[in-house]
């Protein structure tokens, strides 16, 4: 088992940044790779970005056309965080964001793909 907690989400100006973390307990973070999803009301979850699990010097990055080059995701596997960089925010940007764990050495853009999901932290970017 794998138990995931988001932080750091909250009310932000248009172009404002925010950065979330996702702190996880449990079993080896380093076995896993790890997801950012985000749901906006209405609509369905979709895939913001995802970070491999590592195991050398290099972790390998994916992002959603919507957010590359405004969003970062890093991960430390010594304290099991994985974080999101949210950069030039845009109304559209607002969401639950949701950080997820798949036992993979891929990066994942399904949902179907992961294992563990957090409870989700609520991102409002007003314009």
């Known amino acids: 088992q794998v138990q995931l907690v988001e932080s750091g989400g909250g009310l932000v100006q248009a172009g404002g940044s925010l950065t979330l973390s996702c702190v996880a307990s449990?079993?080896?973070?380093?076995?896993?790779?790890m997801g950012w999803f985000r749901q906006a009301p209405g609509r369905e979850r979709e895939f913001t970005a995802g970070?491999?699990?590592?195991?050398?010097?290099?972790?390998?990055?994916s992002y959603a056309d919507s957010v590359k080059g405004r969003f970062t995701i890093s991960r430390d596997n010594a304290k099991k965080t994985v974080t999101l960089q949210l950069n030039s925010l845009k109304p559209e940007d607002t969401a639950v964001y949701y950080c997820?764990?798949?036992?993979?050495?891929?990066?994942?853009?399904?949902?179907?793909?992961?294992?563990?999901w957090g409870q989700g932290t609520q991102v409002t970017v007003s314009s």
């Open positions: 997820a764990a798949a036992m993979s050495t891929r990066i994942h853009s399904t949902l179907w793909n992961y294992d563990y």
């Open positions: 970070i491999t699990r590592g195991g050398g010097p290099t972790f390998y990055s």
């Open positions: 449990g079993r080896t973070f380093s076995d896993y790779s």
